[in-house]
Every structure is written in structure tokens, then in C-alpha cells.
């Protein structure tokens, strides 16, 4: 458990960079075409700007970090 308390703030970054995104995808391909259609549109262009490279950079910020827990959990087993 230690590991995760010393990059929860990595972790939480990471995948707030990769739901985030995937979300407004999903809110401009559901809202299309109901009242929610400002919203959409808002969040097409939101998607279309961001979205892309925050996915990327989240899974590779993630990976990395991912790595660096199972980096630590070897050392501590030697000691």
C-alpha cells in the first residue's frame, strides 16, 4: 500500500487525463441532436483540441508510472 500513497498524484493525473477526454467524446456523440446540442458541439470541439494528446501522454504517464510501482516493489522485496 505504500506504493500507491507515494504516486497517487501521478496516478490520479493520469487517469483524469484519460477519462476526461474519453468523456467528452461520449457526451458529443450522445448529445447530438437533443437539447443538449450546444453542450456537444462545445464538447466536439473540446475533444477535437485535447482530446488526442491528452489520451496519449495519460497512457504514457501512466505506463510510466506503472513502471516505477513495479520498480519499487522489487526493491523493497530485496531489503
Not at 22 to 49: E, K, Q, R
Request: glycine residues 12%; charged residues 15%; positive net charge.
Amino acid at each position: 500500500m505504500r506504493r500507491l500513497e507515494n504516486y497517487r498524484v501521478q496516478l490520479t493525473i493520469s487517469s483524469l487525463m484519460i477519462s476526461l477526454p474519453l468523456f467528452f467524446a461520449f457526451l458529443a456523440g450522445a448529445g447530438a441532436g437533443t437539447v443538449f446540442d450546444s453542450i456537444a458541439s462545445f464538447a466536439g470541439t473540446v475533444w477535437s483540441i485535447f482530446g488526442g494528446a491528452s489520451l496519449i501522454l495519460g497512457l504514457i504517464w501512466l505506463g510510466g508510472v506503472l513502471i516505477f510501482v513495479w520498480r519499487d516493489q522489487r526493491k523493497e522485496i530485496r531489503d
